[in-house]
């Protein structure tokens, strides 16, 4: 008999309590994050090593942190072996990203160096910090 007792207590509660939460209206969803937009560019390499490519861009990255609105994060990067180099840029909103692209130093940069260019309108996630210390 005891139970039975405590099988039907159980059923009333779990009954009482799908009851309540379907009387609950809804919770607002979250406010979701603007959307990310990255870049990439694909050209010959700029210099022959990492050494060499990070003396060269260091000049670069006041540039880069100050004159480009929108832009959240960009990386560098070279292949030694083929000799091939790439650029990834994070911006906060797409018309950051197209102004930047449609800026006359960026095309002249494309035209001069061969460069293929991919935007990407994805939900990207950047971190200000690297996430590794070599």
């Not at 099988?7 to 779990?14: I, Q, R």
């Not at 607002?28 to 861009?57: D, G, S």
């Not at 990255?61 to 994060?73: A, Q, R, T």
Request: glycine content about 2%; aromatic content about 12%.
């Amino acid at each position: 008999m005891k139970r039975l007792v405590l099988f039907v207590v159980a059923l009333v509660f779990a009954f009482c309590t799908t009851v309540m939460a379907a009387d609950k209206p809804a919770a607002a969803p979250a406010a979701a994050e603007p959307a990310k937009v990255m870049a990439i560019l694909h050209y010959p390499a700029l210099m022959p090593t990492v050494e060499a490519l990070r003396a060269y861009t260091e000049k670069w990255v006041p540039f880069f942190e100050n004159k480009i609105p929108g832009l959240i994060d960009k990386t560098w990067a070279t292949n030694e072996k083929t000799n091939r180099g790439a650029s990834v840029y994070h911006f906060e909103d797409m018309a950051s990203a197209e102004a930047w692209f449609n800026s006359d130093i960026q095309k002249d940069f494309r035209a001069k160096n061969y460069a293929t260019l991919e935007i990407l309108d994805v939900g990207a996630v950047a971190f200000k910090r690297p996430l590794k210390h070599r």
